[in-house]
């Protein structure tokens, strides 16, 4: 039932910002399928937005769906008027419509624009030639950048404002997309381009058993971390992993731009500890999502489960 004192707490929280999303998890730990595709919608916007976990409150959660009318999560308010769920989100994003509600502009900033350093591994490159040959001979692989940090890789032909990046390939990006971009590295995992740039705030990245394997494989530089307890490191365990204690011992040495890989049983720990690098500054910071129980799944079979 919708009390008073309810029906007041949900005004207050949906005034808390100009852009409010009402979802299940926070927009760093998504907690279903819908609400992670309206986060990457808005973070692809660039908007500033807040987040409420309905799961932490089974009063809240009922009482947001009388408040709105509206019988599923997530739901998205903007200047305190709902606009809908995720189907509708989704729908007026692809049709422009979203971004001219909240009121961002993807004009292009004035003033010079250098080209951002780019780097591919040859994993990437093969990749991406091997595409070309079939797609598009004689385009260049264009790389753009979202006001959100989503990234598109595609081929296309070079345009008069283009920059051309330093690669062995033929690689432009526009010049909105540069003004977003430092330190752009590529690599090819799992099937699919993963996509790094210095330019993108720091955030806690979801890496994937295979793709971690491939990196150990590769000899990457990386720092794995169990933060699991030492009973459960004594069942299972992946060759080279640290402890979380040995971490905090060298922390203070290690650059801000260590990649560092979190793990656990199931990737919910490793997600907090992860959250708490982040916090500390430190830029390229990853989870084992599944933890090491995807590990055993999808590459270690040996590797016991528990």
């Not at 004009?107 to 780019?118: H, L, S």
């Not at 959250?275 to 999808?298: H, K, P, Y």
Request: aromatic share 6%; proline share 5%.
């Amino acid at each position: 039932m919708l009390t008073d004192a309810l029906k007041s707490q949900i005004d207050d929280l949906v005034k808390k910002s100009r852009v409010v999303l009402f979802m299940k998890g926070s927009r760093h730990f998504p907690q279903c399928g819908f609400s992670a595709g309206v986060v990457k919608v808005l973070d692809e916007i660039g908007t500033k937005y807040e987040t409420i976990n309905i799961l932490q409150s089974q009063e809240l959660r009922d009482g947001v769906k009388e408040y709105s009318q509206w019988p599923t999560f997530p739901q998205l308010y903007v200047d305190g008027k709902l606009v809908g769920g995720a189907d509708i989100v989704r729908d007026m994003h692809s049709q422009g419509e979203l971004a001219k509600v909240i009121g961002v502009t993807t004009k292009v900033e004035e003033g010079p624009v250098t080209a951002p350093t780019f780097t591919m591994t040859e994993t990437a490159r093969k990749a991406i030639l091997d595409a070309q040959k079939e797609e598009a001979p004689g385009d260049a692989l264009r790389i753009e950048v979202a006001p959100g940090f989503g990234y598109e890789l595609f081929f296309d032909q070079k345009k008069a404002d283009d920059l051309v990046l330093d690669a062995k390939i033929p690689v432009v990006i526009d010049p909105n997309s540069a003004r977003r971009a430092k330190n752009i590295r590529v690599d090819f995992m799992g099937g699919g381009f993963r996509i790094e740039n210095d330019a993108e705030p720091a955030r806690v990245r979801p890496l994937r058993a295979k793709d971690l394997k491939q990196l150990m494989d590769e000899k990457q530089p990386l720092i794995l971390v169990d933060v699991r307890t030492d009973d459960e490191r004594k069942i299972a365990s992946i060759a080279g992993s640290i402890t979380a204690d040995e971490l905090a011992k060298k922390l203070d040495a290690l650059d801000k731009d260590t990649r560092i890989v979190m793990q656990c049983h199931h990737g919910i720990r490793s997600r907090q500890a992860a959250e708490r690098l982040v916090m500390a500054g430190f830029t390229r910071v990853f989870n084992l999502e599944g933890g090491i129980d995807a590990w055993s799944s999808e590459v270690d079979p040996k590797v016991p489960t528990y």
